[in-house]
């Protein structure tokens, strides 16, 4: 049963501009199969959603903290400003954070009617309009072509945050990717092990070899390759603060004989045929569907004659790119350059490319169970980290991270490694089965 019912303020009078402006959220949330109450700035709070009594607590609280919520939300099309005054903290959240997620499906067709509306914006525009919150500008600068520049500037807008800051949350390595969960007991730590061992295992990696890992954050891929494989790794990242870090956790292991790091854009990557083994994890999503033909072209101009190619990076589940609130939001706050596309389109991308697919996994359920870690690691030191970032940017993370990972548990995304090797080569450059993979794991 969806049902509204109002508490009233400690005085005991309920505003008109308050009675309309919950006329219209009983018609906003009208299909929330949950149940929230709302709480407005005089302490009026209305229950919404699906309560079956009055005595029923609901799911979580919107702190609704002053009028300009109600202003934005009557007088703007753009749903996005509700998420925008919780950033500011003009609206905040008690509770959980994934069930205030699962209000956006609300917010894509508002059943308000006109005079429903009309009727409510008289009220409204009495209250006198408020612009002293808080305006960060947490909005990132439209990529249009993903030329070197704009995805220079994209980087730097999502990965130099702070690096004190990602360390409170991520695990020591600092992988900022989907983790590799062997059971549902296992820690992060051990899961981002996992992981960095499972893509050395499937590249095969021997010692001696030549490895390039494109988008190496903050070189946790490069180090675990060169300490337990031998290899001679090399790293390209776009982002300064993480290749810092990135330099001195090797200078630490000792590894600056076979690991070096460069501020490379792949289009500048030199020479042909270089490597012996090359990665991408968590990257080829920063670079623009149109451009995706040219990226792959490069890696296999770099890669050796039975060289093998992993690419490790999320997908959507419809074909494009195209704009609704989920993408209107990453590509505001989170990843202006980001773009995903179906596991099947990047396959054939590749293909053209003239890469042979020899292994595709999914990752869905364990990049779910990373980011539920990662939010309840940032929501565990949220006074630290509004030492290295602001609490709008805090925020900002907080969100993006609860409603990707209700997206890859609902299916809306997902995540594939995807490893290839060049084609026309003789003999196939993987064994004859899986084993590998899972004999003698030793992380």
Request: net charge neutral; with cysteine; hydrophobic share 40%.
């Given at each position: 049963m969806n049902s509204q019912s109002m508490e009233l303020s400690p005085s005991g009078h309920v505003p008109s501009e308050i009675q309309q402006a919950s006329a219209v959220l009983k018609s906003l949330f009208h299909g929330f199969k949950g149940r929230l109450a709302f709480r407005f700035w005089n302490g009026t709070t209305v229950k919404l959603g699906n309560f079956i009594s009055h005595k029923q607590q609901p799911d979580f609280t919107l702190v609704c903290r002053n009028q300009r919520v109600i202003r934005s939300i009557l007088l703007g099309h753009d749903p996005l400003r509700f998420v925008e005054a919780y950033f500011r903290d003009d609206l905040d959240i008690e509770g959980n954070i994934f069930d205030a997620v699962s209000l956006k499906d609300c917010l894509y067709a508002p059943q308000i009617s006109l005079l429903q509306k009309i009727s409510a914006l008289i009220s409204v525009l009495r209250l006198k309009a408020d612009d002293s919150g808080n305006e960060a500008a947490l909005s990132a600068?439209?990529?249009?072509a993903?030329?070197?520049a704009e995805n220079r500037e994209a980087i730097?807008?999502?990965?130099d945050v702070s690096?004190?800051?990602y360390a409170l949350w991520l695990?020591?390595?600092?992988?900022y990717s989907c983790a590799y969960f062997e059971s549902e007991e296992a820690t992060l730590e051990h899961a981002q092990q996992a992981k960095l061992d499972h893509i050395c295992r499937k590249l095969l990696l021997q010692p001696g070899e030549r490895f390039l890992d494109i988008g190496c954050g903050w070189g946790a891929l490069v180090i675990h390759a060169a300490?337990?494989?031998?290899?001679?790794a090399h790293g390209i990242t776009l982002s300064r603060q993480q290749r810092e870090l990135a330099t001195r956790r090797i200078r630490e292991a000792d590894l600056q004989h076979r690991v070096t790091l460069e501020l490379l854009d792949y289009r500048d990557l030199p020479g042909e045929e270089v490597y012996d083994k090359i990665s991408s994890v968590g990257m080829f999503e920063h670079i623009g569907l149109a451009n995706l033909q040219a990226y792959f072209d490069i890696v296999n101009r770099q890669l050796k004659p039975g060289g093998l190619f992993l690419n490790h990076g999320i997908t959507h589940d419809v074909e494009g790119w195209e704009k609704t609130l989920s993408t209107k939001f990453i590509n505001r706050y989170v990843f202006p350059d980001g773009q995903l596309d179906t596991v099947g389109n990047i396959q054939r991308v590749m293909e053209r490319s003239h890469f042979e697919i020899l292994d595709v996994e999914a990752l869905r359920?364990?990049?779910a169970m990373t980011l539920r870690n990662w939010v309840a690691r940032l929501e565990q030191h949220h006074a630290q980290a509004l030492q290295y970032v602001?609490?709008?940017t805090y925020r900002v993370w907080r969100l993006y991270m609860a409603a990707c990972a209700l997206e890859f548990e609902s299916g809306e995304i997902g995540v594939y490694q995807i490893l290839s090797g060049k084609r026309n080569c003789r003999k196939s450059a993987t064994p004859l089965t899986r084993r590998h993979l899972y004999n003698d794991r030793s992380v």
């Amino acid at each position: 049963m969806n049902s509204q019912s109002m508490e009233l303020s400690p005085s005991g009078h309920v505003p008109s501009e308050i009675q309309q402006a919950s006329a219209v959220l009983k018609s906003l949330f009208h299909g929330f199969k949950g149940r929230l109450a709302f709480r407005f700035w005089n302490g009026t709070t209305v229950k919404l959603g699906n309560f079956i009594s009055h005595k029923q607590q609901p799911d979580f609280t919107l702190v609704c903290r002053n009028q300009r919520v109600i202003r934005s939300i009557l007088l703007g099309h753009d749903p996005l400003r509700f998420v925008e005054a919780y950033f500011r903290d003009d609206l905040d959240i008690e509770g959980n954070i994934f069930d205030a997620v699962s209000l956006k499906d609300c917010l894509y067709a508002p059943q308000i009617s006109l005079l429903q509306k009309i009727s409510a914006l008289i009220s409204v525009l009495r209250l006198k309009a408020d612009d002293s919150g808080n305006e960060a500008a947490l909005s990132a600068n439209t990529v249009k072509a993903h030329s070197k520049a704009e995805n220079r500037e994209a980087i730097a807008f999502h990965y130099d945050v702070s690096n004190d800051f990602y360390a409170l949350w991520l695990d020591p390595a600092m992988v900022y990717s989907c983790a590799y969960f062997e059971s549902e007991e296992a820690t992060l730590e051990h899961a981002q092990q996992a992981k960095l061992d499972h893509i050395c295992r499937k590249l095969l990696l021997q010692p001696g070899e030549r490895f390039l890992d494109i988008g190496c954050g903050w070189g946790a891929l490069v180090i675990h390759a060169a300490k337990y494989y031998g290899v001679h790794a090399h790293g390209i990242t776009l982002s300064r603060q993480q290749r810092e870090l990135a330099t001195r956790r090797i200078r630490e292991a000792d590894l600056q004989h076979r690991v070096t790091l460069e501020l490379l854009d792949y289009r500048d990557l030199p020479g042909e045929e270089v490597y012996d083994k090359i990665s991408s994890v968590g990257m080829f999503e920063h670079i623009g569907l149109a451009n995706l033909q040219a990226y792959f072209d490069i890696v296999n101009r770099q890669l050796k004659p039975g060289g093998l190619f992993l690419n490790h990076g999320i997908t959507h589940d419809v074909e494009g790119w195209e704009k609704t609130l989920s993408t209107k939001f990453i590509n505001r706050y989170v990843f202006p350059d980001g773009q995903l596309d179906t596991v099947g389109n990047i396959q054939r991308v590749m293909e053209r490319s003239h890469f042979e697919i020899l292994d595709v996994e999914a990752l869905r359920s364990h990049y779910a169970m990373t980011l539920r870690n990662w939010v309840a690691r940032l929501e565990q030191h949220h006074a630290q980290a509004l030492q290295y970032v602001s609490e709008a940017t805090y925020r900002v993370w907080r969100l993006y991270m609860a409603a990707c990972a209700l997206e890859f548990e609902s299916g809306e995304i997902g995540v594939y490694q995807i490893l290839s090797g060049k084609r026309n080569c003789r003999k196939s450059a993987t064994p004859l089965t899986r084993r590998h993979l899972y004999n003698d794991r030793s992380v």
